[in-house]
């Protein structure tokens, strides 16, 4: 009771935020989420704090204003990643590619630049005025703002008694004690005077923004980008299908997932710049949010599959596609079979291809419990399939079923053989003598030569930056020994190579030119025939210190600019940034080096034709000064120290704390993902159906009875195939969940591009009303959708009006 009282009595200012997140590694639905969440909790014991306050992310997103705007909020405070290089001064209106605008507050020299004042009046005084005078530096206007105060730090509670001494001993500077809504309208009277400014900032010329946590503990990266797709592109929407057939849906269950995950999702959490205790507690927290959102996705999917009354013989396959599109797909399933002859079938009992990815033996009491008490063992073939599925409705699913005991129709012929070439209708991949991959876009007969190569380099760093040794000695696996493998099918081809990466052990090693350690590597590159992609999996068991390994993609192309997605839409950036000239000059705090973070693609093009990279929970990129012409995806970085001094990127004190950090090594066994995506200019918009495709796959649930815990029959009555709303358009799908106040349903795409795009057709039974991400306000309905925004649908039936 207390602690409201403070609150609407402004004496404690909350919010908006559940918790400070950071902007550049962690998705756009999580950063939605963390603003929408927060703002719900902050009313709850009164009211937020009407201010974007952001003073510690390690650099700002574009898209900031956007977000902001869409909450009803059109000011922010922050901290890092601005200069006078980007915007004069430290007060601005800061826009995004779709017109929004907040007022904007820097704190130049940090959010606690007015911390430990002196408490006596001989000395107050003069140590305010010269913390104003510093801070005046860059001011647009006659108002300044100075925070009193630090984190892990006490109220300065003498300060505020003090300030009518210092206006009477001078006479430079008039202070009061005030608050951001009273700084902000005072600013108001003077908005005339503050410059305009678009853009990302990521400047590290006054503070560190450290861009090699990117890349730090990527297993945690890859974690939260699981939790993420899990979250918001699978159970959400199968959750929101089923409560529109008369199913409950667990809101509370998945904001207490969301919740746990946004307490991961702190500049210095999701970047990995932690002790390993901290950072253990940091993965936890996210493979428990995996653990959970995986079970309730499975609990549901039984729900959904029993419920469905089978049209034909076998066992029902559920297969689910999110995106309000109708689309084609391969559909991978596991299932286990003690039979050697399986069949998949549609619900008019037509056999449908399918494809093995993999086989292996199964021992079933693992699986089935009753079965563990046997005292013989239940061996089961396991098999990875691919089955070709058409026609999956949008937002929806269809039923597939899976025969056994039955003849083959359907199996897909697979040829192993060590032929060293696989193609499709769209690429041809090679496996050249000198162990390049070439890849060539049959469409253009363009080729990429040393497509997919890994190199290793030194990292001397910590967890906050990538440091390199100086003449850095790189190694590639172009130099290794490899063994390569084909396998060719109608469905999808493989290309598998297989080497031993021979690495120096650690940087003393390295500095000696010795490779005393072997990192086994296992690449597979597979084509297939439902979308123009290459899709590609690094297996790999890391057995070397202190370094780093990227994967690299020559893309031929000559361009100033680049590429790269980010929060709900697309950003360009320098390929060589023009302030590497001149950091050193400048005393700047670390290097503007080229590593740029990413949600999940980077992409180069010219005038006719582009490359691009698309991952699976990898996060940064890099455009090296030597190669601006290659695209560098960052595997893994191995660090061991938290933080350490007089790094050859970030030069003077240690960031952080100079801690020992090996579990930051991340030895052992990892598997990364990532496709490439060629395309002609011409055929940009088939471009973007693939990305959303790649980052939307459809998924499916074979509907066993093994599962450990039995359901009561809830005598469901499903169809076989329902479609929730179709939305044809060239938005890319966010997210469908359901309303957090009331009963309707939020659905979210957004326009990927830099250009406008139309809307597109809307095909539904329920009433749809365009709103903000705060899922409350109107918005008037418009044929366009903005570049780089947002779209959000509210959904709701005709008799719940």
Not at 183 to 196: D, G, K
Not at 555 to 584: C, K, M, S
Not at 609 to 638: C, D, K, M, N
Not at 767 to 783: C, H, N, Y
Request: proline share 5%; with cysteine; net charge negative.
């Amino acid at each position: 009771l207390r602690l409201e009282t403070l609150i609407n009595d402004n004496r404690i200012l909350i919010g908006p935020w559940y918790t400070q997140t950071d902007f550049l590694t962690v998705s756009a639905e999580s950063i939605t989420r963390n603003l929408l969440l927060g703002l719900i909790d902050c009313r709850k014991m009164g009211k937020a704090l009407e201010v974007g306050y952001i003073p510690d992310s390690f650099g700002q997103m574009a898209q900031l204003p956007m977000l902001l705007n869409q909450f009803n909020i059109d000011k922010a405070v922050l901290w890092r990643g601005w200069s006078e290089r980007l915007v004069a001064n430290s007060e601005f209106n800061w826009s995004s590619q779709d017109g929004s605008k907040v007022t904007t507050a820097v704190f130049p020299w940090g959010y606690g630049c007015a911390k430990w004042l002196p408490t006596d009046k001989h000395s107050i005084t003069d140590a305010i005025v010269a913390r104003a005078q510093k801070q005046c530096q860059f001011a647009a206007t006659q108002q300044v703002m100075l925070p009193n105060g630090n984190d892990q730090s006490p109220f300065e509670y003498q300060i505020p008694g003090l300030l009518e001494h210092v206006n009477q001993s001078q006479d430079e500077f008039h202070f009061v004690n005030s608050s951001f809504g009273d700084y902000f309208a005072a600013l108001s009277n003077e908005q005339h005077l503050l410059p305009e400014f678009s853009g990302e900032m990521l400047d590290p010329k006054y503070m560190r923004i450290h861009r090699g946590i990117f890349s730090t503990r990527m297993d945690i990266k890859q974690a939260n980008a699981r939790l993420e797709q899990l979250l918001s592109r699978q159970l959400e929407p199968l959750l929101a299908l089923n409560y529109s057939q008369g199913l409950p849906y667990p809101q509370s269950a998945i904001n207490a997932i969301w919740r746990s995950a946004m307490k991961s999702h702190a500049h210095d959490s999701i970047g990995g710049c932690n002790s390993d205790r901290v950072n253990a507690m940091v993965l936890n927290r996210l493979e428990s949010g995996i653990e959970m959102a995986e079970q309730l996705l499975e609990l549901n999917f039984r729900k959904l599959t029993e419920g469905i009354e089978a049209q034909v013989a076998g066992t029902k396959v559920v297969v689910f596609n999110s995106i309000p599109k109708a689309r084609d797909s391969l559909v991978e399933l596991t299932i286990y079979t003690p039979h050697q002859q399986v069949a998949f079938v549609d619900g008019e009992g037509q056999p449908l291809r399918y494809q093995i990815i993999s086989e292996s033996q199964q021992d079933m009491s693992t699986i089935i419990q009753e079965l563990s008490n046997n005292t013989t063992t239940t061996w089961y073939r396991k098999l990875e399939l691919a089955v070709e599925v058409t026609a999956i409705p949008a937002c929806g699913y269809t039923t597939i079923y899976l025969q056994e005991e039955t003849d083959n129709a359907g199996e897909l012929p697979v040829t192993v053989s060590q032929a060293k070439r696989i193609t499709n209708q769209w690429f041809e991949l090679e496996h050249l003598a000198d162990n390049t991959i070439r890849l060539t876009d049959l469409r253009n007969n363009r080729h990429y030569s040393n497509a997919f190569e890994l190199v290793d380099g030194s990292d001397e760093g910590d967890n906050y930056n990538f440091s390199p040794l100086a003449n850095d000695w790189l190694l590639s696996s172009h130099d290794c020994r490899q063994q390569v493998e084909v396998a060719t099918g109608e469905l999808f081809s493989t290309l598998k190579v297989s080497f031993e990466f021979e690495l120096p052990a650690d940087l003393a090693e390295r500095k000696q030119g010795k490779r005393d350690v072997t990192l086994p590597v296992c690449m597979t590159l597979t084509l297939r025939q439902d979308r123009p992609s290459i899709d590609c999996k690094v297996e790999l068991n890391n057995t070397a210190l202190d370094h780093r390994i990227q994967i690299r993609f020559p893309t031929g192309i000559a361009n100033a600019l680049h590429y790269a997605d980010q929060p709900f839409g697309l950003i360009a950036r320098e390929t060589v940034p023009q302030e590497l000239a001149l950091w050193q000059q400048e005393e700047w705090t670390e290097a503007p080096i080229a590593n740029y973070p990413m949600q999940s693609m980077v992409l180069q093009r010219d005038e006719s034709a582009g490359l691009a990279v698309v991952t699976q929970g990898l996060r940064e990129y890099e455009f090296a000064q030597t190669e601006p012409e290659t695209i560098a995806v960052t595997l893994f970085r191995s660090v061991g120290w938290l933080g350490q001094a007089n790094l050859t990127y970030r030069p003077g004190r240690a960031s952080g704390m100079v801690l020992p950090s090996p579990d930051s090594q991340i030895q052992g066994e990892h598997c990364f993902e990532l496709s490439v995506v060629p395309f002609s200019a011409e055929a940009e918009t088939a471009f973007w159906r693939t990305i959303e495709q790649i980052n939307t796959p459809v998924i499916a649930h074979v509907g066993t009875d093994w599962a450990r815990f039995r359901l009561n029959s809830e005598q469901n009555h499903f169809p076989a195939r329902h479609s929730l709303i179709s939305w044809q358009s060239d938005l890319h799908f966010s997210t469908l969940k359901k309303a957090e106040q009331g009963e309707g349903l939020i659905l979210r795409a957004y326009n990927p591009t830099a250009q406008p795009q139309t809307m597109g057709t809307l095909n539904t039974e329920f009433v749809t009303q365009l709103t903000q991400l705060d899922e409350t306000t109107p918005r008037e309905w418009t044929e366009t959708a903005l570049p780089s925004s947002p779209v959000t649908l509210s959904m709701i039936r005709a008799e719940q009006q």
